[in-house]
């Protein structure tokens, strides 16, 4: 058995900003909530949702041995996640301007579990990031990181919205296991969904894929609508934009996550006359290659 403090003295020492712990039981309630938005079809072309639901919400399917799972959020939110000018036409989703945070929680999870290990030997463990089907808001909303905000996203009245979640799951037990937050949420605040050019955000709080700017600058735009992309070439931040919590937000703490590149300093010229070896070299650490140069330039307009 780990000891919480040591737990969460660990994860906050290597760079994250909160952190809970969570028995490693099955996510019920929030598996047919997740069918029944996959059975409406608003995931689109995001076939891939559709794999292994039951691992995605028993971490005990997808990790055998798993005792517990350690949630963790660190805050990307820079000078750029205040939002473009109207007129802008590049616009990037402030996360996609630092090096890919894949790789970068990835490798703090590793080195957290390195010393969980001197307190544990012999723990098993595995660590993920938006790589795999993890239901990782509804495990930070059990860990007490935050609510299901409008916007479908996990929200902490003290960093917002615009936070990395990443996840150890551990083969051993903890003395003390988080609850969910209480007294706090969005109240009657309906910013995020006024804000969404396209109104993607639905009253259950999730998205209609189809009609999410960021999803359709990134993923298979095949049987997509067309939409309006509003000027966002790379993901989109509107609704994240005008949430309060993010707009009272401190600036990010954890400097890997500073952003590599300004993207005010590159109009659509620039972009479009851009070469595959300037992309490389601009852009090559972060998570932009996911959608390519070409792609970029498709969704200039």
């Known amino acids: 058995m780990i000891s919480r403090k040591v737990l969460i003295n660990a994860v906050l020492e290597e760079g994250f900003d909160l952190v809970g712990v969570v028995s490693a039981d099955s996510l019920d309630a929030e598996r047919k909530l997740f069918n029944e938005w996959l059975l409406s079809g608003a995931h689109s072309t995001l076939s891939y949702l559709e794999r292994n639901v039951e691992k995605r919400f028993d971490p005990q399917l997808l990790v055998e041995g798993c005792r517990s799972v350690v949630v963790c959020a660190v ?105 969910p937050m209480e007294g706090v949420g969005c109240g009657t605040c309906r910013r995020c969904v006024d804000s969404c050019p396209n109104g993607a955000i639905s009253e259950s709080r999730t998205l209609n894929t189809s009609r999410c700017i960021s999803c359709r600058t990134i993923e298979r735009k095949d049987d997509m609508e067309d939409i309006n992309l509003d000027g966002w070439i790379y993901g989109c931040d509107a609704c994240q934009n005008v949430c309060p919590f993010n707009q009272h937000a401190s600036e990010h703490r954890n400097s890997l996550f500073d952003p590599l590149f300004n993207p005010l300093s590159f109009d659509s010229g620039a972009w479009l006359s851009m070469s595959d070896k300037e992309f490389e070299k601009l852009a090559g650490e972060t998570a932009m290659t996911r959608a390519g140069l070409a792609r970029i330039k498709e969704n200039i307009g």
């Not at 990037?92 to 890919?100: K, Q, T, V, W």
Request: aromatic fraction near 12%.
């Open 75 to 179: 805050s990307y939110l820079s000078p750029y996640s205040r939002g473009y000018a109207e007129e802008c036409r590049t616009k990037i989703a402030s996360y996609a301007l630092a090096r890919d945070y894949h790789k970068t929680i990835k490798e703090m999870l590793q080195r957290v579990a390195k010393r969980l290990e001197e307190y544990a030997p012999g723990l098993r463990y595995r660590a993920f990031t938006d790589s795999a089907p993890v239901a990782e808001k509804s495990l930070a909303v059990r860990a007490g990181l935050g609510w299901i905000g409008r916007n479908s996203l996990v929200v902490n009245p003290r960093f917002g919205s615009m936070m990395h979640l990443g996840e150890l799951f551990i083969s051993e037990e903890v003395d003390e296991y988080d609850k």
